[in-house]
C-alpha cells in the first residue's frame, strides 16, 4: 500500500508521524552514501599517493667501468651492481646486473645521465632472472670520445622509490 493511499485512507495520521518516518530516511540514506564516499575516497587516496623517493648518497669511491659496486640499504640489505664488459663500450651493447641482499624490491630501473655533459636521460628497466635484475643497454657516442656517467638505480620497494647513484666513465 503506498503512502499516498493509507494517507488518504486514514486522515488523521498526525504530523509529527510523517515527520518521523521521512526525517528516519533522510538519515540513513545519507549516511549509507557518506561511507560509499569515504571508502571512495581512501581508494583513490591509496592508488594516488606519490611514492615516497629516499634517495641515498652518491656511492663514492667505486667505478663501475672497474669493479662491482655496493650501497647499504636502510632498514637493511645491500644492492650491489655490475657493468659487463668492463672497461664499459660506448657504441656496443653492456650488461647490466643488480642483486639486492635482505630485501626484496618489486621492480629495479636503472637511469643513465651524464655528469658534466647532456646526453639525456636512459631509463632501463631491468628484468628479474636467478633472483637478480638484468638489463642490456647501449650508451650513445659520446663527442669528447671519454666521458662520466651517473647510473642511478631505482629500488621499487612497497611504496617507497630507493634512489642509489652511482658513477662510471665510459669511452676509454
Ligand atoms: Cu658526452
Known amino acids: 500500500m503506498s503512502n499516498k493511499f493509507r494517507m488518504r485512507d486514514n486522515e488523521n495520521v498526525s504530523m509529527s508521524d510523517m515527520a518521523f518516518s521521512v526525517s528516519d530516511r533522510r538519515n540513513f540514506y545519507p549516511s549509507l552514501a557518506a561511507i560509499a564516499a569515504m571508502l571512495v575516497a581512501a581508494a583513490l587516496g591509496y592508488l594516488w599517493l606519490p611514492r615516497a623517493d629516499v634517495p641515498l648518497p652518491l656511492v663514492e669511491g667505486c667505478r663501475l667501468d672497474r669493479q662491482v659496486c655496493s650501497a647499504a640499504l636502510p632498514g637493511g640489505g645491500r644492492v650491489e651492481m655490475a657493468l659487463e664488459p668492463r672497461p664499459v663500450p660506448t657504441s ?61 638505480v631505482m629500488l621499487e620497494m612497497g611504496r617507497k622509490n630507493i634512489t642509489v647513484p652511482f658513477r662510471f666513465e665510459s669511452g676509454h
Open 92 to 152: 656496443s651493447p653492456m650488461r647490466v646486473v643488480v642483486a639486492v641482499e635482505g630485501a626484496q624490491p618489486d621492480g629495479v630501473v636503472v637511469d643513465f645521465q651524464g655528469v658534466d655533459m647532456n646526453m639525456g636521460l636512459h631509463r632501463l628497466p631491468l628484468i628479474a632472472v636467478n633472483g637478480r635484475h638484468v638489463g642490456e643497454t647501449t650508451l650513445p657516442v659520446c663527442v669528447t670520445g671519454r666521458m662520466v656517467w651517473q647510473a642511478t
